[in-house]
């Protein structure tokens, strides 16, 4: 499975794994018979109102695709944080490569370029650039600045690399407010960690300490012994996975 490190805007580097060409073909498929079901249905009211008589069939359902096609595209992606009807099925969404999140404006140009990459191409463009950039990435992505990843999560797997899941069966949380976090907080978290590890620099030290400050001030946590940061970020893990499973 391919992957891409992002950087957040904490300084953070975190893996996804890229969304593949199958997974994001299906998407925009499912996209387009939803796009087309509702365009049929506007001809098809017109008919049944009398309205229709002074325009084709066809037009209409053309005008009402163009204009849907677009619409659809920039208005669910805005409003659903990066995300069509299709690309919440197939459980999917669009992240930007700098960490930051994707702008109305990033969401424009990824629709114009859809029409582009998808219509006049009949899909075969998109295809061909996903399937060969290293970002997978289609002309709409690579004028945006966006890539599309998997939103599932699977923080239980890669926390295997970090703690003993099997361990946990007795264990007591210690920090019970850690259940305020979500998630994609875990999984920073579990980032951070792995990359303390894998190299252990003062680099990577300082971003670890700075987090678990964060962390210890957001969940009101007063310690009053001596303060470790590391061990204190897998104890969030520990508890999270403790008090959500």
Request: hydrophobic letters at 45%.
């Amino acid at each position: 499975m391919q992957t891409i490190e992002i950087k957040t805007t904490q300084n953070v580097t975190i893996e996804y794994e890229l969304a593949s060409l199958w997974e994001r073909g299906l998407s925009t498929f499912i996209d387009l018979c939803i796009i087309s079901l509702a365009c049929l249905l506007v001809p098809l009211g017109l008919s049944a109102l009398g309205l229709a008589k002074l325009i084709s069939f066809q037009l209409i359902f053309m005008i009402c695709f163009v204009s849907f096609f677009f619409g659809y595209f920039f208005l669910l992606e805005s409003i659903m944080g990066g995300q069509t009807l299709g690309k919440q099925i197939m459980n999917i969404r669009v992240v930007r490569l700098d960490g930051e999140i994707p702008t109305i404006n990033d969401y424009l140009l990824r629709a114009v370029f859809q029409y582009v990459d998808t219509i006049l191409s009949a899909g075969i463009l998109a295809a061909m650039l996903i399937s060969s950039t290293t970002r997978q990435q289609r002309l709409g992505d690579m004028t945006a600045g966006t890539t599309v990843i998997r939103k599932r999560n699977n923080l239980r797997v890669h926390l295997k690399s970090v703690l003993n899941i099997d361990t946990l069966e007795s264990y007591e949380p210690v920090y019970p407010q850690v259940k305020m976090l979500n998630e994609q907080d875990m999984l920073t978290i579990k980032q951070v960690i792995s990359r303390l590890r894998k190299y252990p620099n003062d680099a990577h030290g300082e971003v670890a300490a700075a987090l678990a400050r964060n962390l210890k001030e957001l969940l009101d946590i007063h310690e009053t012994q001596q303060f470790d940061e590391l061990e204190f970020l897998r104890t969030l893990l520990r508890d999270y996975i403790v008090l959500t499973r």
